[in-house]
Each structure stands twice: as structure tokens, then as C-alpha cells.
């Protein structure tokens, strides 16, 4: 085993270690400072806070109304008792007029 059979694996591992370091150092440069990062999370629990208050305050948005309260179904009530006033009585059915005289002897 040669020299050089030992040089070239042992730079590739420094060169390779001086890569790492390089990187580490860099990354932590380029990450916000600790308090700007705590000024965007405290905004963004406000945002969610009013988020929340206005999700919980839809229900009292929403118009409430029953069918008693609206005014449009007492109208198209009045509108059908109205047009069915003037409509001729049902009569009664042949079956029903035989069940109430079977032999015939009707009034």
C-alpha cells in the first residue's frame, strides 16, 4: 500500500469534512434571528384568534326564521284555500257507494 493510495481517500474526507462545516456555518447565517421569528408566530396566533372569533360568531349571522315567521307561506296558503274555494265538492266513488248499500237499495 502505497502513499498515495492513503493521500487520495484522506482529502476526499477533509475536503468533504471542510464541505460540511462550510455549510453548517452558512445555514445558520441564514436563518432570521430568534425574536423575529417569535414576532411572526405571535402575529400569526393573532390572525388565528380573530379567525376564530369570527368562525364562532357566524351562527348569529345566519337569519333564524321558522315557518310560522315567514310571511311568504301564509300568502301561498291564503293564495291555495282561495283557489280552491271555488272548486266543486269531490263526489263520492262507486266503491263507496256500493260498501254503504251492497243489495242496491241506496237512498
Not at 464541505?19 to 421569528?37: C, F, H
Request: proline share 9%; aromatic share 6%; net charge negative.
Amino acid at each position: 500500500m502505497g502513499m498515495d493510495e492513503v493521500i487520495v481517500p484522506i482529502g476526499i474526507l477533509m475536503f468533504m469534512n471542510g464541505l460540511a462545516l462550510y455549510m453548517i456555518y452558512d445555514s445558520r447565517n441564514k436563518l432570521p434571528p430568534t425574536e423575529e421569528i417569535h414576532s411572526r408566530l405571535d402575529e400569526m396566533f393573532e390572525a388565528l384568534n380573530i379567525v376564530a372569533n369570527v368562525l364562532n360568531q357566524i351562527p348569529n349571522l345566519v337569519p333564524q326564521f321558522s315557518i310560522e315567521q315567514n310571511p311568504l307561506v301564509n300568502a301561498f296558503t291564503e293564495w291555495i284555500r282561495a283557489g280552491r274555494e271555488g272548486e266543486p265538492e269531490p263526489q263520492p266513488s262507486i266503491v263507496h257507494h256500493e260498501l254503504d248499500a251492497p243489495d242496491g237499495e241506496g237512498d
